[in-house]
């Protein structure tokens, strides 16, 4: 027996899907327009969990451009006679493809691409049927005309997986459980005592968002839904419960038969999130031919008792991410915006350092800045980082960031102003600069310091072992879902720009820390 603790993945996780092989399960999230893209991680006890790469590692996999929130859809995760098989939507570029491996740590394929016109849609499902056949799922518009927003309908066709290619006819098999449903989408379909179930979300993706469920003795038949539905929600708990927006869930049984559930959820703070949808985890039963989540208790648990034995990894996730650059190989956790491209750092120029160079790309406009963050994990957290630079020309900077998205973050950056070195602090608010505060400096070798609590933070810079506050109670707010949109959660991380002009500068970071506090 172990226990899991909710949430089992920390930060910005969002839409997740489990598949096992064996003893080992393995399970992906949504990455949106961050690269590497697709993160995928490794358990054998669904408590302890290690992050053995990220799918799409790679510009031919990954062509992504356009606001934060847009790029890799929902993927899902499914493992048939030795191969892995990965399905998402790209928004930005091609639409929904497969990629696929004989090991889920790497190296997958190239993508093969359904067509935008044969695979209409998005959060796109594989489904293996026990003749060996494979059938896509997955959601689209309303073919007779959308009537309102979100009036979608769920739908299934053959997949030949020699040729990659949708073949035969498309069925729709569901619409969602209640009248007038929005956004069913996340639908995934298994084989059970001879029915087909179809799980899935509906109701948008925030505080109304539920988890339903269908099914059939057919596979091309309109599905029938559990009398139940929707069987799992948070939205009657009321807007202050500590978790809300519970939805687009995936189920995976153990070796010894017992079921399980991973879904999304988020955690607000002062009824705002900072680290968008998580991955969360419940136990699941069967009866009357129907799941039943959490039975007796109707809600996502702090803990969740697992009848597997524990198993520990040397490089587990934790709520403590600490990186020294001592290795010639980018640490996995860090991601890039549309791309993360050794044209932009290097582990080697300066060894035991990360060197990010300066170009023109600012990151408060949509494109691939010199960024390299990591996700938001707690509410309580202290983010550092050690920097040695120096500014050649006025605006160039270099130093930390708080991003929510490209009009929504918090600058942390040593700049340059008519000669003179200072460290600002500086909000972007919906797209507007505010100079909050400026602290003059006599070199740019220093430590920067964000602690924050409660949606409040602290800035502070160390040099020459001197803790020196710059500037206090810094409302982050603005930088949660609620105040800025979008689906994605906070990064934080580390930043250098020339703001618009060339430059063969950079900025050496010996580490960088965030951890819960």
Not at 39 to 62: W, Y
Not at 120 to 126: F, H, N, T
Not at 503 to 516: G, K, L
Request: hydrophobic share 35%; proline share 6%; charged share 25%.
């Amino acid at each position: 027996m172990v226990i899991a603790n909710n949430p089992i993945l920390k930060g910005f996780y969002p839409d997740p899907s489990i598949c096992r092989k064996g003893d080992d399960f393995y399970l992906v999230c949504s990455s949106f327009v961050y690269a590497p893209g697709v993160p995928v991680f490794h358990t054998k006890d669904l408590a302890h969990f290690e992050q053995i790469g990220n799918i799409l590692d790679r510009e031919s996999q990954l062509p992504l451009s356009g606001d934060i929130s847009r790029g890799i859809f929902a993927p899902t995760i499914r493992e048939h006679n030795g191969i892995f098989y990965m399905i998402t939507t790209n928004v930005s570029s091609g639409g929904n493809f497969i990629v696929t491996a004989k090991d889920p740590a790497g190296p997958w394929s190239e993508p093969y691409y359904l067509g935008e016109d044969e695979a209409p849609g998005i959060d796109p499902s594989l489904f293996f049927d026990d003749d060996g056949k494979c059938y896509y799922v997955g959601t689209r518009p309303n073919p007779e005309g959308v009537r309102y927003n979100g009036d979608w309908e769920i739908w299934v066709q053959e997949l030949d997986l020699e040729q990659m290619k949708l073949v035969g006819s498309s069925m729709a098999i569901w619409k969602g459980a209640l009248k007038d449903v929005i956004w069913p989408e996340g639908p995934h379909l298994y084989k059970k005592d001879g029915y087909y179930y179809l799980l899935h979300a509906e109701a948008g993706t925030s505080f109304e968002h539920a988890i339903s469920v269908a099914r059939s003795k057919e596979l091309f038949k309109w599905f029938e839904g559990c009398p139940r539905n929707p069987i799992f929600t948070h939205r009657n708990l009321g807007k202050d419960y500590p978790v809300c927006n519970v939805g687009h869930a995936d189920l995976v049984d153990d070796i010894n038969g017992n079921w399980y559930m991973v879904m999304l959820a988020s955690r607000p703070c002062k009824g705002k999130c900072s680290m968008g949808r998580e991955t969360f985890l419940a136990k699941v039963i069967w009866e009357d031919g129907w799941p039943v989540v959490n039975p007796g208790v109707g809600r996502l648990t702090d803990e969740v008792e697992i009848d597997l034995p524990e198993y520990r990894f040397s490089k587990e996730i934790t709520t403590k991410d600490k990186m020294t650059f001592e290795e010639t190989v980018l640490d996995d956790r860090f991601v890039g915006i549309e791309r993360r491209s050794e044209d932009f750092y290097s582990l080697t120029d300066n060894p035991g350092f990360l060197r990010l160079k300066l170009r023109p790309e600012a990151i408060e406009n949509t494109g691939n800045p010199s960024y390299l963050g990591i996700r938001q994990k707690t509410h309580s957290f202290r983010a550092s980082c050690g920097l040695k630079f120096t500014p050649a020309k006025d605006n160039e900077c270099a130093g930390m960031v708080l991003f929510q998205n490209n009009e929504n973050h918090l600058e942390l950056l040593v700049v340059k102003k008519k000669d003179k070195l200072q460290f600002k602090v500086g909000p972007v608010i919906k797209g507007t600069k505010i100079r909050l505060a400026t602290f003059d400096i006599s070199s740019g070798d220093l430590e920067i310091i964000l602690e924050a609590a409660n949606q409040l933070a602290n800035i502070y810079i160390k040099k020459n072992n001197e803790k020196i506050l710059v500037a206090e109670c810094i409302d982050l707010s603005p930088y949660t879902t609620e105040e800025s949109g979008g689906f994605v959660g906070c990064t934080i991380g580390l930043y250098a720009s020339s703001n618009g002009k060339a430059s063969d500068n950079y900025c050496d970071y010996s580490y960088f820390t965030v951890e819960e506090v």
